[in-house]
């Protein structure tokens, strides 16, 4: 699949490959400051002019980039150089520039959708800051000083590493993943196991969960997106199951406020200075004990508004491998560890499997007993 296609996505099987890769989109990537009145969309499906005149559009512009677009968002964007195909992953921030919203927009005839955006945009004179990446139009941000701050995806990663390798050193890159919407990777320090998961190995072994002890090796996970669908993120991890688990919430810089990649740094310190009382979190879970566990899974989940049809699965698999038994807290919550992979099954976006394995990391902060309950709970 060619990187002009709204759907292409690629992983990486080490760290030079995935920082290779995003040296060179940096390169390639162009970042123009437009005002937002200015701005001059036209449809772009299979039945507009500019689908069967490639003349109209900017030198480099593919056929395919014009094809894909036209079965997806079916917008284009008009500039100096001639019209750019307009990326799905932009349409959240053309509604931004254009003050509206609504749920109907999307179900228009693109003819319409682009003349009530072109007339909304030309009622404001603020800037738009533009991402054009891989031939079509990616992003269009809010351009003010304290609006979208440019965090390259490349000097991001090269912080993140130059810290990890002087933190945890022998720390192994596990994988990596990129599509237009979100950049991810994570690693893990096998030989910090001992300091940072020592005493809750030995819990876990005492409670006859030797083999899942055995198994659990501290990582982080590394977020981040051009397009404004995520912060500059890192997250703590337990890595060794069949999904990485989430021990915390994140540590994020935001896009905006002028944030520089020194302050991602900065944020680094926090979330690897924090690594042990996250994992102390988690330990507590070993100490609740649940007379209810599937009633109190499936509250927890309701709560959290996990996917609906992957969360009613997970706790019905539980419930038959629990077989009317009681259990603790962290064996309610590892349970729940098979919503990702069960998404991950049926099709689901990377960037939404990520997104929902954040989300139930709330979990460790609830107070469980609240959700331990007789009463039995439809999701």
Request: charged fraction near 25%; aromatic fraction near 8%; charge should be negative.
């Given at each position: 699949m060619s990187t002009c296609q709204d759907k292409f996505f690629t992983t990486f099987p080490d760290f030079p490959a995935m920082l290779g890769y995003h040296e060179n989109q940096t390169k390639e990537s162009q970042w123009e400051r437009r005002r937002v009145k200015d701005l001059c969309l036209e449809p772009l499906d299979t039945n507009a002019p500019l689908y069967t005149n490639q003349s109209y559009f900017a030198p480099g512009i593919s056929r395919e980039a014009v094809e894909d677009t036209a079965h997806n968002l079916g917008l284009a964007m008009k500039m100096d150089s001639g019209y750019y195909p307009v990326r799905d992953?932009?349409?959240?921030?053309?509604?931004?520039?254009?003050?509206?919203?609504?749920?109907?927009?999307?179900?228009?005839?693109?003819?319409?959708?682009?003349?009530?955006?072109?007339?909304?945009?030309?009622?404001?004179?603020?800037?738009?800051?533009?991402?054009?990446?891989?031939?079509?139009?990616?992003?269009?941000?809010?351009?003010?000083?304290?609006?979208?701050?440019?965090?390259?995806?490349?000097?991001?990663?090269?912080?993140?590493?130059?810290?990890?390798?002087?933190?945890?050193?022998?720390?192994?890159?596990?994988?990596?993943?990129?599509?237009?919407?979100?950049?991810?990777?994570?690693?893990?320090?096998?030989?910090?196991?001992?300091?940072?998961?020592?005493?809750?190995a030995k819990l876990l072994a005492a409670q006859g969960k030797t083999s899942l002890a055995a198994k659990l090796t501290p990582g982080i996970r590394f977020m981040t997106s051009d397009t404004g669908t995520a912060s500059a993120k890192v997250s703590a991890l337990l890595m060794g199951s069949q999904f990485p688990i989430h021990i915390g919430e994140c540590v994020a810089v935001d896009h905006r406020k002028g944030h520089k990649v020194s302050d991602f740094e900065s944020?680094?310190?926090?979330?690897?200075?924090?690594?042990?009382?996250?994992?102390?979190?988690?330990?507590?879970?070993?100490?609740?004990?649940?007379?209810?566990?599937?009633?109190?899974?499936?509250?927890?989940?309701?709560?959290?508004?996990?996917?609906?049809?992957?969360?009613?699965?997970?706790?019905?698999?539980?419930?038959?491998?629990?077989?009317?038994?009681?259990?603790?807290?962290?064996?309610?919550?590892?349970?729940?560890?098979?919503?990702?992979?069960?998404?991950?099954?049926?099709?689901?976006?990377?960037?939404?499997?990520?997104?929902?394995?954040?989300?139930?990391?709330r979990a460790l902060t609830l107070r469980w007993s609240d959700y331990d309950l007789a009463k039995g709970v439809d999701y």
């Amino acid at each position: 699949m060619s990187t002009c296609q709204d759907k292409f996505f690629t992983t990486f099987p080490d760290f030079p490959a995935m920082l290779g890769y995003h040296e060179n989109q940096t390169k390639e990537s162009q970042w123009e400051r437009r005002r937002v009145k200015d701005l001059c969309l036209e449809p772009l499906d299979t039945n507009a002019p500019l689908y069967t005149n490639q003349s109209y559009f900017a030198p480099g512009i593919s056929r395919e980039a014009v094809e894909d677009t036209a079965h997806n968002l079916g917008l284009a964007m008009k500039m100096d150089s001639g019209y750019y195909p307009v990326r799905d992953t932009a349409y959240k921030s053309l509604l931004g520039r254009a003050k509206i919203s609504g749920t109907a927009f999307p179900k228009l005839r693109r003819d319409k959708l682009a003349d009530i955006l072109n007339a909304c945009m030309t009622l404001f004179g603020d800037e738009a800051l533009l991402l054009i990446r891989d031939e079509k139009v990616s992003a269009v941000h809010s351009g003010g000083e304290s609006d979208y701050a440019v965090l390259p995806v490349d000097e991001l990663l090269m912080t993140l590493k130059s810290k990890l390798d002087s933190r945890f050193p022998g720390n192994n890159f596990v994988d990596g993943y990129c599509d237009h919407s979100i950049v991810s990777a994570s690693w893990e320090m096998p030989d910090q196991k001992e300091d940072l998961l020592g005493t809750y190995a030995k819990l876990l072994a005492a409670q006859g969960k030797t083999s899942l002890a055995a198994k659990l090796t501290p990582g982080i996970r590394f977020m981040t997106s051009d397009t404004g669908t995520a912060s500059a993120k890192v997250s703590a991890l337990l890595m060794g199951s069949q999904f990485p688990i989430h021990i915390g919430e994140c540590v994020a810089v935001d896009h905006r406020k002028g944030h520089k990649v020194s302050d991602f740094e900065s944020a680094l310190d926090q979330v690897f200075a924090q690594f042990g009382d996250l994992v102390g979190k988690l330990q507590k879970l070993l100490e609740i004990e649940l007379d209810y566990p599937i009633n109190a899974m499936t509250r927890v989940c309701k709560k959290l508004s996990l996917p609906k049809k992957a969360a009613v699965e997970a706790i019905a698999m539980y419930e038959m491998a629990l077989g009317g038994n009681t259990a603790t807290a962290h064996d309610v919550y590892f349970a729940m560890q098979e919503i990702p992979f069960i998404l991950k099954t049926q099709g689901t976006p990377e960037s939404k499997i990520l997104s929902v394995e954040e989300n139930m990391a709330r979990a460790l902060t609830l107070r469980w007993s609240d959700y331990d309950l007789a009463k039995g709970v439809d999701y």
